[in-house]
Structure formats: structure tokens, C-alpha cells
């Protein structure tokens, strides 16, 4: 049987559980699984240990890598140990961010160092970052402010002091600087070879865009034959996305990717009035939806309307939901 060859661009907290139900719904004989990660994070302890030793920052690829090792929930409890009682670097950062910054030192490369990693835990799919050049992320506002680095452009309404923008506005543009970069050859291999590309959930402006800034990425992505799949958020983010709506997300990654896009998959299923309120109370979030106002007609990809949710105290990606609906569109 031969094998689909499955690449996820982007990364977030969720997307640990959504790259385990693509694991557990396509069986290991059917699939090959490669996670390509953003290397613009520069907040609290990944951000500390970067610029302490120069390592590309070890935070997103750990989830990557505990969500495909063989005994994924041991893995992750391990990488996300810390010493209580500690201070400095050893007592704020988790296991993995260690692990990965002693084994980058030893083997002379943050790549070679990570692939060691994934020898260590028996993750026998790729985890790749998407360069391995020092970059930062640089975003406009649309009142025109600038700001360099995630750790700024991610500052909590709590944490007045530290804001340098205002939050309630959406980002216009963005870009990475610093130091040269380019598109990681492994990066590159794996969009050229892939049967489907998925485009993942997640902050849009922080952890999905960042990966398609990368030069040649996008002209990997228009020469790749792979099926390219869109999974829209399902909810905005104030301070990124503040007031956007489903087109405003499809037309922004086409903005820095191309008209790449074949299908674009986005949740219609209805939230609970009272979770509702609590997001745009809280956190001035708002649903992502088809409306019927919206007119896709002249465009090349189709939209897939699918019930994607799993719905608690939180909204977020059902795992096996999505994983189900990407496999549907692998067999079509």
C-alpha cells in the first residue's frame, strides 16, 4: 500500500491534538506524517533560552515531537516537566527546552540536534522547522504601528505595562527580519513530495504566517502537485484578527502564499449562546462561519462545511472530527 504523504504547516498549543488525530485516524501503513514549525516564537522561556545560547526556538517543536512519538502522552508529560523550587533558565524552562538546546550544543547544529531528539523518543515522522536562520517576526497594525518580535505582539491585556500597541485592531502586514534566512531544504523536500499540504489552525499572525513568509515558500507551494487543505480558526484573536470574517483569513493566506488553496475547511457547527458570550466578554473573540453574505463562487477551492468543534469550557478542533474530514479528502 502506498503511503499518503501527510505535511502540516503552522503549529499552536491545539495543534498537538489535531497532528494526534491525524496519527490515530491514518493507520501507520497509510501515512507519513511531516510537521514543518515557525521559528519566529520569542516569548517568556523559549525567548529567555534563545537569546541566552543562540538555539532557534525549541517550544512549538516540542509539541510536534511528543505528538508523534509512539507513546505520545509519557513524551509530553516528560518535555513539560519542570524543577519546582528553581530559578533561572533551569528552573522557568521546561524539560525539552533543554534537552533540545544541550543536544543542538553537542551536535554542533539546532537540525541535527532535534533529529536526535527524534531518534531518542522513536518519532519516526519528521519534525522540521520551517528555516534554520535567526529571524523575528514584524507586524503593522493598521493605525500604522510596528512591532518586532511575538513576545511583544502577543501582550496580554493584563499586562498594560508591557503594551505597546493598542489591542483592539487587526494586523495589516507582516514580515520576518534579521540576519538572512531562507526556506529549509527538508522544508522544501517535504512540500515537493507531500499528497496533501495542510495549512493549520491556529494564531494566525504569530504561528501560520511566519511559515508562508519564508522565502521560496511560496513558490514551493504553486510547484508541489499535493492537494492543499485550508483549516480556517474558528474563532478570531483580538490584537491579530480582531474583526475578521471567514474571507478576510482565506484571503490574507492567499495574500503571502499565492492562489495555492484547493479546499478550505471551516466549522459550521453552532456554539452554545452562553461560550459565546464568554469569548467576547473575556476575550472580544468572535466566531468564524460561511454567512450567507459571504460569495465564494469565482474562486478555485471549495469550501468544506463540517461540524469540527469540541465544545467544554473551551472552543477548539475535535481531533478526530477534522482528522476524519482530511482523510475524506485524501480518498476523493
Same mark, same amino acid.
Given at each position: 500500500?502506498?503511503?499518503?504523504?501527510?505535511?502540516?504547516?503552522?503549529?499552536?498549543?491545539?495543534?498537538?491534538?489535531?497532528?494526534?488525530?491525524?496519527?490515530?485516524?491514518?493507520?501507520?501503513?497509510?501515512?507519513?506524517?511531516?510537521?514543518?514549525?515557525?521559528?519566529?516564537? =520569542?516569548?517568556?522561556?523559549?525567548?529567555?533560552?534563545?537569546?541566552?545560547?543562540?538555539?532557534?526556538?525549541?517550544?512549538?517543536?516540542?509539541?510536534?515531537?511528543?505528538?508523534?512519538?509512539?507513546?505520545?502522552?509519557?513524551?509530553?508529560?516528560?518535555?513539560?516537566?519542570?524543577?519546582?523550587?528553581?530559578?533561572?533558565?533551569?528552573?522557568?524552562?521546561?524539560?525539552?527546552?533543554?534537552?533540545?538546546?544541550?543536544?543542538?550544543?553537542?551536535?554542533?547544529?539546532?537540525?541535527?540536534?532535534?533529529?536526535?531528539?527524534?531518534?531518542?523518543?522513536?518519532?519516526?515522522?519528521?519534525?522540521?522547522?520551517?528555516?534554520?536562520?535567526?529571524?523575528?517576526?514584524?507586524?503593522?497594525?493598521?493605525?500604522?504601528?510596528?512591532?518586532?518580535?511575538?513576545?511583544?505582539?502577543?501582550?496580554?491585556?493584563?499586562?498594560?505595562?508591557?503594551?505597546?500597541?493598542? @489591542?483592539?485592531?487587526?494586523?495589516?502586514?507582516?514580515?520576518?527580519?534579521?540576519?538572512?534566512?531562507?526556506?529549509?531544504?527538508?522544508?522544501?523536500? =517535504?512540500?515537493?513530495?507531500?499528497?496533501?499540504?495542510?495549512?493549520?489552525?491556529?494564531?494566525?499572525?504569530?504561528?501560520?504566517?511566519?511559515?508562508?513568509? =519564508?522565502?521560496?515558500?511560496?513558490?514551493?507551494?504553486?510547484?508541489?502537485?499535493?492537494?492543499?487543505?485550508?483549516?480556517?480558526?474558528?474563532?478570531?484573536?483580538?490584537?491579530?484578527?480582531?474583526?475578521?470574517?471567514?474571507?478576510?483569513?482565506?484571503?490574507?493566506?492567499?495574500?503571502?502564499?499565492?492562489?495555492?488553496?484547493?479546499?478550505?475547511?471551516?466549522?459550521?457547527?453552532?456554539?452554545?449562546?452562553?461560550?459565546?458570550?464568554?469569548?467576547?466578554?473575556?476575550?472580544?473573540?468572535? @466566531?468564524?462561519?460561511?454567512?450567507?453574505?459571504?460569495?465564494?463562487?469565482?474562486?478555485?477551492?471549495?469550501?468544506?462545511?463540517?461540524?469540527?468543534?469540541?465544545? =467544554?469550557?473551551?472552543?477548539?478542533?475535535?481531533?478526530?472530527?477534522?482528522?476524519?474530514?482530511?482523510?475524506?479528502?485524501?480518498?476523493?
Amino acid at each position: 500500500m502506498k503511503k499518503t504523504n501527510i505535511t502540516v504547516i503552522g503549529w499552536w498549543a491545539w495543534s498537538f491534538n489535531v497532528l494526534y488525530g491525524l496519527k490515530t485516524v491514518f493507520s501507520r501503513e497509510e501515512r507519513d506524517l511531516r510537521a514543518i514549525i515557525a521559528m519566529t516564537d =520569542s516569548g517568556w522561556t523559549t525567548g529567555e533560552i534563545r537569546d541566552k545560547y543562540w538555539v532557534l526556538p525549541p517550544g512549538d517543536i516540542r509539541r510536534a515531537v511528543a505528538a508523534l512519538a509512539p507513546d505520545t502522552w509519557f513524551v509530553r508529560k516528560l518535555f513539560e516537566y519542570r524543577f519546582s523550587g528553581e530559578c533561572g533558565v533551569i528552573g522557568w524552562n521546561k524539560i525539552w527546552n533543554i534537552l533540545l538546546t544541550a543536544l543542538a550544543d553537542i551536535k554542533w547544529s539546532f537540525e541535527s540536534g532535534l533529529d536526535e531528539a527524534c531518534k531518542m523518543f522513536d518519532t519516526e515522522w519528521q519534525v522540521i522547522p520551517v528555516t534554520l536562520e535567526d529571524v523575528h517576526l514584524w507586524v503593522k497594525f493598521e493605525d500604522g504601528t510596528e512591532v518586532i518580535g511575538e513576545k511583544n505582539i502577543d501582550v496580554s491585556d493584563k499586562n498594560d505595562f508591557e503594551r505597546t500597541h493598542n @489591542t483592539n485592531q487587526n494586523i495589516i502586514d507582516a514580515f520576518l527580519v534579521w540576519w538572512a534566512w531562507n526556506l529549509n531544504p527538508r522544508a522544501r523536500e =517535504s512540500i515537493l513530495t507531500s499528497d496533501i499540504i495542510i495549512i493549520w489552525p491556529g494564531d494566525f499572525y504569530t504561528s501560520i504566517i511566519p511559515n508562508l513568509l =519564508s522565502p521560496w515558500m511560496k513558490e514551493a507551494l504553486k510547484e508541489t502537485k499535493a492537494k492543499i487543505v485550508y483549516v480556517c480558526n474558528i474563532m478570531t484573536k483580538k490584537w491579530e484578527t480582531t474583526t475578521y470574517e471567514l474571507p478576510d483569513f482565506i484571503d490574507n493566506i492567499e495574500k503571502y502564499a499565492g492562489e495555492i488553496i484547493d479546499y478550505v475547511i471551516v466549522n459550521n457547527w453552532n456554539i452554545s449562546d452562553e461560550l459565546i458570550e464568554k469569548y467576547i466578554m473575556e476575550e472580544w473573540k468572535k @466566531t468564524v462561519k460561511m454567512e450567507k453574505t459571504h460569495n465564494f463562487l469565482s474562486k478555485k477551492y471549495k469550501i468544506i462545511n463540517a461540524d469540527l468543534i469540541n465544545e =467544554s469550557d473551551v472552543v477548539r478542533h475535535d481531533p478526530e472530527k477534522l482528522a476524519r474530514v482530511i482523510r475524506e479528502i485524501v480518498l476523493s
